[in-house]
Each structure stands twice: as structure tokens, then as C-alpha cells.
């Protein structure tokens, strides 16, 4: 019976993490012929009582494991979660949602359905959609992607993927392989979560689960966390909005020189973007603009289609390094 891990990092999460755990262990994996193996708990050395609400709690589970990770960041602490794992299945978990009790074996189903697709020797991602929260778990959005009005099936494209992530790591299931090629995430990476889809997108095959299996809760101190501009934000705020979406194309061709360093041979359909992309800072304002107009990259909505043609036009263009 194969075996499902989970990886969940904790930094200062004492109001909500037990909730979260319970919302785990509340899933019931059997009728999908899956087992729960280890929740691997690696705590960023927080200053209140989030390890010991855990300590406490492994005498009540006995698959929870706690590990102190010392190296800041929310990338290495997931890494050091990861490290962890050794079940053929791993899924990411923040310390403040809470898990619809089918969320695992909705999220193995679709699993099974790459494996019988595409077999079990490459990279597969999966993830779900999940329902927007505040803080004490009313319902913003049932929808995620719908509230931030983003399309989840045609993101695997080339020109989406390595421009902008969708899925929040938390509702990932990810297989062995997947990890074997992409762990540890590597420092420059954007976010842990990003890195995992591009390889997987990449060299594997990723699935969706249309429906909601979890509360997605927003708060104050929230890593990383939905968000939505009105019309009238975007109208009368246009300087902030460019500065944002520079400093993600930034951040995006950062990630994108990484990700060709770490992997010198891919699939030859991503080349034109992966090389308009590391290209960028250095073309012609009339180049920049020609590869939006060919699709090099395309924005995941309306106004950011509209913003990088904005930051095409209006970021200096650098001069080559010699010798580079």
C-alpha cells in the first residue's frame, strides 16, 4: 500500500497549528488504497509555543515527528521538511489552514490518474483548488483561482509557467521522482512552491483538482496569501502597480537564469521563452515588446498582460556585460 508523507513548516504558529494537524489526521485514505505515513513538523525556531504544542502533540499521534530547522527562510524550512520524508507520495502543508477531510485521497486519485497516463518514472505534480478565509475560517471565496481570477488548466504552458506560479504549495501532492529532481530547492528560487511546478512542468506532467480541499485562512501574518486590486486601485495607483510588476519579471528572469544553470537541457518547446526571459534586461524596448506581441511571456490577467508592456517600454535596457 503506498504511503503518503507530509511536510508542514512552522514559524510562530501557535494560534492555528493544532487546529491544522487535527484537520490532517482528520482524513481518512483507505478507500483510496493510500496509508498516512509521517507528518514531518520542521519548526524555524519560533519564539512562542508552536514547538511545544507540537511535542505535545506527538504524544497523541505518534506519525508526527518535530524538527528544529535553524536556517531561516521559508524555503529551507520546507527543504528541511522535505529532507525528511521517505514515503513514495509527499504533500505540503502551511501551519494555519485547515484540510477538508478528502483532501488526501482527492488529491491521490488525480495522482493515480498521471501515473496510468504517463507512468510512475517522472516527475507529477498535483494541485487543488481551495476556498479563501479570514482569520476565523468565514468564507471569503469558495474559489481561489476564481478570486484571483487566474486560470489554473492553462498555466502548464510554457509562456505562463516560468512568468508566474498559481498553486500555493500547500495544496501539493508531489511524487518521489518529482523530489529527486527538484530538492533542494535551490537558494534564488522565488518560492519553494514555483520551483517544484517549473520542474515538474517541465520534465513531468502536472494535474488540477477543480474542487476546494481547504480552507486557505488569511491573516495578518500571512507569508504569502490571496489578494485581489480593484478597478479603482489599478486606476489611480498605476506608479506602485509598475514597481510590482517589475520587480515579478525580475524576480521571474532571477529564477529563470537559476533554473537554466541547475537544468542546461530542456524540452525545446520552452526555449523560446526561457531565452526571451534571460534575455530581457537586454533587449531593445521594440525586441521586448515584439516578444509580448509574438507571446514570449503572457500575463495571467487583463492588467498584467497590460503592465508588461508597460515595464517593456519603460525599463532601462542594460548593456551586456563584456565577455558574458
Known sequence: ???IDIALAS???????SAQIDSIFANDVSAVGASLGKLIVSDNVSTDATAEIVRNICNTYTHVQLHINHQRGVIH???HALAHTDAAYVMLADQDDVWHNNKIALSFQKMQELERQF???VPLLVFTDLAVTDHQLNVISPSFFAYQKIDPVGYVRPESMFLYNVAPGCTMM???RLLEMASPVPDGAVMHDWWLMLVAGVFGHIGHVGQATMFYRQHDNNQVGASVSSFWEKLFSPRRKLQLARKNLQDAIRQAKLFTA???VIPAKFSSTLTYLTEFDHLSRWQRVRGLMQQKIIGPTFWGRVLLYAVAVFSPVLRRTPGC
Open 1 to 3: 500500500m503506498p504511503t
Open 11 to 17: 514559524y510562530n504558529g501557535e494560534k492555528y497549528i
Open 77 to 79: 524550512n520546507f527543504n
Open 119 to 121: 507512468g510512475t518514472e
Open 174 to 176: 508531489l511524487n518521489r
Open 262 to 264: 541547475q537544468f542546461p
